[in-house]
């Protein structure tokens, strides 16, 4: 049975129920904070459930799968102008494996969990520099490996973004750091060896 309902939130037209909430395919258009809403999809006893289309004005769009009113499943985010996600969501966030691509050019390819990158992932920059590894809430952070346009390379140790712990740095010339790091600076025991084969080994 098909129907047009008012509800408090917008108005349906579609499939109902025998208690006339919206059930199977349908069409909701709302207004939220002065933005035009529609989702064109499937629901289950009054709710998003399934596969659909959310658009909110020309800006945003997600098609995908929802549970519950919630994008929960695989799907694609866009927003237009600033990213475009394709991966897992679960309780409305970015959860699991996914591509964030950014319209100034950098990608992460890798886990998420809460909206933000955590876990293993690759990030890569549009001048050519590339972090390879762990993160934690955004930041590269545990055991990763960071290439650098200019030919320089570092595999070790992060924390928050910064090099810390044990790691070893290659420059462009060939010079090499193997040891302690704190800060993103060299910090403690290390061994610095030149192309020429001159090597200083200290604090």
Same mark, same amino acid.
């Given at each position: 049975?098909?129907?047009?309902?008012?509800?408090?939130?917008?108005?349906?037209?579609?499939? =109902?129920?025998?208690?006339?909430?919206?059930?199977?395919?349908?069409?909701? $258009?709302? +207004?939220?904070?002065?933005?035009?809403?529609?989702?064109?999809?499937?629901?289950?006893?009054?709710?998003?459930?399934?596969?659909?289309?959310? +658009?909110?004005? %020309?800006?945003?769009?997600?098609?995908?799968?929802?549970?519950?009113?919630?994008?929960?499943?695989?799907?694609?985010? /866009?927003?237009?102008?600033?990213?475009?996600?394709? *991966?897992?969501?679960?309780?409305?966030?970015?959860?699991?494996?996914?591509?964030?691509?950014?319209?100034?050019?950098?990608?992460?390819?890798?886990?998420?969990?809460?909206?933000?990158?955590?876990?293993?992932? /690759?990030?890569? !920059?549009?001048?050519? %520099?590339?972090?390879?590894?762990? &993160?934690?809430?955004?930041?590269?952070?545990?055991?990763?490996?960071? /290439? !650098?346009?200019? *030919?320089?390379?570092?595999?070790?140790? !992060?924390?928050?973004?910064?090099?810390?712990?044990?790691? $070893?740095? +290659?420059?462009?010339?060939?010079?090499?750091?193997?040891?302690?790091?704190?800060?993103?600076?060299?910090?403690?025991?290390? +061994?610095? /060896? &030149?192309?020429?084969?001159?090597?200083? =080994?200290?604090?």
């Amino acid at each position: 049975m098909k129907k047009k309902l008012h509800l408090k939130i917008g108005v349906y037209e579609g499939e =109902v129920n025998k208690k006339d909430k919206p059930h199977g395919k349908g069409v909701l $258009t709302t +207004t939220y904070d002065g933005e035009k809403q529609k989702y064109v999809g499937e629901f289950v006893n009054g709710k998003k459930n399934g596969l659909g289309t959310f +658009t909110e004005s %020309d800006d945003l769009k997600y098609v995908g799968e929802y549970k519950n009113d919630l994008k929960h499943g695989k799907g694609t985010l /866009t927003i237009l102008g600033v990213e475009k996600y394709i *991966g897992e969501f679960k309780d409305d966030k970015r959860n699991g494996k996914g591509a964030l691509l950014f319209s100034d050019g950098r990608k992460y390819v890798g886990e998420f969990k809460d909206d933000a990158f955590n876990g293993y992932g /690759t990030h890569t !920059w549009p001048e050519g %520099d590339r972090y390879v590894g762990e &993160w934690k809430d955004d930041w590269c952070h545990g055991h990763g490996t960071s /290439t !650098w346009a200019d *030919g320089g390379r570092y595999v070790g140790e !992060w924390k928050y973004n910064q090099k810390n712990g044990k790691g $070893t740095y +290659t420059s462009a010339g060939g010079v090499k750091y193997v040891g302690e790091w704190k800060d993103d600076k060299k910090h403690g025991k290390g +061994t610095e /060896t &030149w192309p020429d084969g001159w090597k200083y =080994v200290g604090e």
